[in-house]
């Protein structure tokens, strides 16, 4: 294409607004599945941190716990 001023490609004969628009749908479409699966990643990192967090605390307290009771016979 060819246009001839740096407006003339803005406004692309009165079509511009649309053309552009489209790029920039386009455009954060493939920014969005660039980044979801890495956001996803991180969230699930996330979880699988805190629930072996979780479970290793529970396992601390019933351990004490049947340490209590063990002690207590």
Known sequence: MYFES????????G???????????GLSVLVWNLL???LQGR???STI???ALRDTVRKEHIGNEQL?????R
């Open 49 to 51: 941190r805190r629930n």
């Open 15 to 25: 079509h511009g607004p649309y053309v552009w628009a489209a790029y920039g749908i």
């Open 6 to 13: 740096l407006s003339d490609l803005f406004t692309m004969g």
């Open 68 to 72: 209590k009771s063990e002690g207590c």
């Open 43 to 45: 969230r699930l990192a």
């Open 36 to 38: 979801s699966p890495v």
